[in-house]
């Protein structure tokens, strides 16, 4: 008798694998910012950001996911930025 081998549908992601890949992502929209052990300086944050055309910079830390968070200037517009470990810089919904 012949048996199924059609895939289980309930199938668990292997080790090292994650069932949703922005598991550890913050942010807006599709653009997301990634956790993950951040080797950026305060002053190369600030220039990331700044390199964007964010000006006035400020209250610049990194959080609890090691992402760099800043208040920052924008088309005549306060905003919040955010930079990961890969130098993005998203600008974050308020």
Known sequence: MAQSTAPSTNATPSAGTSANPNANATGA???LLESGANS????QARHRIEDRGYTNVDQLHKDQNSIWQAEAMKDGRRVRVGVDFRGNVIEENR
Not at 40 to 43: A, D, I, L, Q, S
């Open 29 to 31: 929209g599709n653009a």
């Open 40 to 43: 950026f300086t305060e002053g």
